[in-house]
């Protein structure tokens, strides 16, 4: 099967699968939603959706975050992993977003990147969901599943976000990176995976 046919064919069963998703963050703006993905690392997006809205509701914005203290942020968060850290670096984030964005989230992969807690996958995500700037973010569903298609070698998810953005059509690139995360955790998670459910992978290995 050649690359062209495989790309094709993933594009149109996940179409089929998932013809508008939507992202698995619960947010109300582009804030809430950085937030959000800064909680989300090593934590499911399930549990940074039941702890969130308590904390919007006291700090709906830049402003009011800045206003908590980190220990009142940690008490709103404390069920999540690293809680320490992540409440940590959101007292910073905030307080820089009030003193130097006028508390907006910046619009620009350099400027995310350099706030607390916000590496490169997490700008991405901001970029795509909240700007909708092409990026393709990869977490570890996309950088697996990459794999498993023999779509990349898969070192690192840098190498895999490249070859991501190589080979997959860029307008498709900010819903086929939540089509494919959706893909994974029904179809094709790493616990207990079955060839049989993950019929994407099978089709590609068969042809």
Known sequence: MKQKEKIEYIIKELNKL???????????????????????????DKKVNEVTPALYK??????????LPEWEIKEYIKEIGLSNTKSKNIHKLANILVEKYNGEVPE???ELEALPGVGHKTASVIMSQGF???AF????????LM????????????ETEKDAKRLFPKELWNKLHIQI???GREYSPARGWNLEKDFITRYLFEN
């Open 18 to 44: 998932y013809p508008n998703p939507i992202a698995p963050l619960e947010h109300q703006d582009i804030f809430t939603l950085l937030i959000s993905v800064l909680l989300s690392a090593q934590t499911t």
């Open 58 to 67: 006291v700090a709906p914005n830049a402003f009011k975050m800045a206003e």
């Open 108 to 110: 620009s992969f350099d």
């Open 132 to 134: 909708g700037h092409p």
């Open 137 to 144: 973010p990869v977490d570890t569903h996309i950088h697996r």
């Open 147 to 158: 794999k498993l298609w023999k779509l990349t070698n898969g070192k690192n998810v840098e």
């Open 181 to 183: 995360i959706f893909y």
